[in-house]
């Protein structure tokens, strides 16, 4: 707290990221990272980047990126934005794209970082219960809204949405944004890129951070139509630091170009994500039925406190979701490799002794 700070950064609650362990020996299973990073030609083109031409700016409209993704998306270039991580794109579309008239309404467990970007710019919200089953019930979805955001498949359960169940939303919600986060579709989730074309209010979000293994360097995009896109440049272009660097936008290209890099990569998490939750369910775990690269886990007899420590003692971590009451007592674990999976099976019949 000081005398000097603006009163809005007082009342800010900062998300909290999830730990970055400087110890390599870790098994690091708690921020939903690739274990099998980028696709070689991306870091080729990072390499490729890095010579005399970086003391020239990067493009700003990051064109070449945006065709790319265009392309390999099957929508106009007009309907595509690039940013420094999904995170950025997202608070450029909250700040550009939801009104302060209602609340902006999201669900009551989703990524962390909605109700931050809310009080960042000003915005009510009004969260959402999930159903017992912690499905979302898009039917609850009703009132007065500012704008709307659902994360699919939803942050930390992994559970995803039938496209049905949105465009039923986007038949109701027609006169404010509605944003579809879809930082973890590549796992088997479904995606409403599609419905973008037909629905100037939808706004899709994407990231390079976890199905292509580049969280490092910080590229997301959104898409919509030209109306949303327009607001997401005015937005961007109030603040001249944001382009993407030049390796990054080289980097993000070669990855969009590289599929059947991502197929494979994405193809190895789901077969290690499926054997995992059959192994835990075995052990007496509950584990929701995620389409995403994560899994949320609880034990009946076994608090989240307990096995988060004991996980640690043993070099592994996962991630706590103390800050979420629905799920306090739940632990999201990212899929690792099968080596990685396997040393965290060994230590749970360790500390479970089965
Ligand atoms: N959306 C969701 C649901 C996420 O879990 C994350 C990653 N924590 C992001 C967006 C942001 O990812 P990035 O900024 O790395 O693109």
Not at 41 to 69: F, N, V
Not at 138 to 152: K, S, T
Not at 327 to 347: H, N, P, Q, V
Request: charged share 20%.
């Amino acid at each position: 707290m000081s005398q000097f700070w603006n009163r809005k950064v007082h009342d800010l609650q900062p998300y909290v990221p999830g730990e970055q362990p400087r110890m390599a020996t870790l098994i690091k299973l708690n921020t939903n990272e690739s274990p099998y990073g980028p696709s070689p030609r991306a870091l080729e083109a990072i390499k490729a980047s890095a010579d005399d031409r970086l003391r020239l700016y990067p493009d700003p409209a990051a064109l070449a990126l945006c065709t790319a993704i265009a392309e390999q998306e099957q929508v106009p270039v007009e309907c595509i934005f690039a940013g420094n991580g999904s995170d950025e794109v997202l608070a450029h579309a909250f700040q550009a794209l939801f009104r302060n008239d209602a609340p902006i309404l999201f669900s009551d467990v989703t990524y962390g970082f909605y109700p931050i970007y809310c009080q960042m710019f000003g915005l009510e919200y009004r969260t959402i219960p999930l159903r017992d089953d912690f499905t979302i019930a898009v039917e609850d979805y009703e009132g007065p809204a500012g704008g709307i955001i659902i994360a699919n498949p939803n942050a930390n359960t992994g559970i995803g949405l039938p496209v049905s169940a949105i465009e039923s939303l986007l038949k109701r919600f027609t006169t404010q944004t509605v944003i579809i986060d879809e930082a973890y579709v590549d796992f088997g989730g479904k995606s409403v890129v599609p419905l973008t074309q037909r629905y100037p209010n939808l706004l899709v979000t994407r990231t390079f951070s976890k199905s292509s293994g580049l969280a490092g360097l910080r590229v997301g995009y959104a898409i919509g139509s030209p109306e949303l896109i327009e607001g997401l440049i005015r937005v961007k272009d109030s603040f001249n630091s944001y382009p993407l660097s030049r390796p990054a936008q080289a980097g993000a290209e070669a990855s969009v170009r590289d599929k059947a890099w991502l197929e494979q990569t994405v193809g190895r998490i789901i077969a290690t994500r499926d054997r995992t939750v059959t192994a835990l369910r075995e052990r007496g775990l509950k584990v929701l039925p995620s389409v995403g690269n994560f899994i949320l886990v609880h034990h009946p007899d076994c608090s989240s406190d307990t096995l988060f420590n004991a996980l640690r003692e043993r070099a592994i971590i996962v991630r706590h979701q103390g800050s979420s009451p629905r799920i306090s007592d739940w632990l999201r674990i990212t899929i690792g490799s099968d080596e990685e999976m396997d040393a965290l099976l060994k230590a749970l019949d360790e500390i479970l002794s089965l």
